[in-house]
């Protein structure tokens, strides 16, 4: 497709979904107004049924669970098509190391922006999963501990450079993540119905309110959502840096991106 055909097409979908972009927008209620009707029965019902006090969990993975496995394989699909795009010609199995694209300059790190990165990375890492484990009692969820999760390995990138994250990172490892998320999302909607229940309906004991392992089975979801999130936009990442390598070009030990 031409560079304009691609620009028609945008101007054409942004025409078709903007009016109704522009209508949900205007009917949101004005920011400070009181809950509405449908977020006070949540409240009055949640903690007592679910004991949970996030109540944005409680919705997303037991109110209404279905909806939220279709949204889970929605980003599945997206990061999919994005990765078949992106790596197009270029295939899977040309190699797993970084090369240096000729005439871009490699950039060095100081070592403060490394001492730091390694300091901020775990450190970072450690709160996605602290934000993924108390879903049930905190803000936040699986798909913000997710990208929290992926944003700690791109400090690996801004400290070490794409060698060094490339090395730390590899895209077998990031599918099977992905999917293995996916999956274990998928299971926790179907096992409940093996023993008669509804479909993604808790089968597990209820903790104590505001504990972190209250939600019963939503834990476990948490931890599949985090798993795909977190896989899939480092998959997206490392695809968008690897279009900056020759595809074409052959593999050298010791070349460096920038």
Known sequence: MSPRARVALLALAALILLPGAASVIAGLPPFGATIARYGERINAITPEARHVANMVSAINFDLRGLDTLGEEFMLLAAITGTVILLRGRRGEG???RAMRRPGRAVIPRSEAVVLACR????????????????????????????????SGTLLIYLGE????????VRSPWLDALEGGGALLFALCGLAPMLT???????????????????GGLMLVENLGVAM???????????????????????????????
């Open 94 to 96: 040309k190699t797993g």
């Open 119 to 150: 300091i901020a990375g775990p450190l970072t890492a450690l709160f996605g999963l602290y934000v993924v484990l108390h879903a049930t009692v905190t803000p936040g969820g699986g798909f913000q501990g997710g990208v929290i999760l992926a």
């Open 161 to 168: 450079g794409y060698v060094g994250w490339r090395d730390a």
């Open 196 to 214: 008669g229940a509804a479909f993604m309906q808790n089968v597990l004991p209820l903790g104590t309110f505001r504990d972190p392992f209250s």
């Open 228 to 258: 795909a999130v977190a896989g899939g936009f480092t998959q997206l990442f490392l695809e968008f840096m690897e279009e900056t390598r020759e595809a074409d070009e052959p593999d050298e030990p010791g070349e460096e991106s920038a």
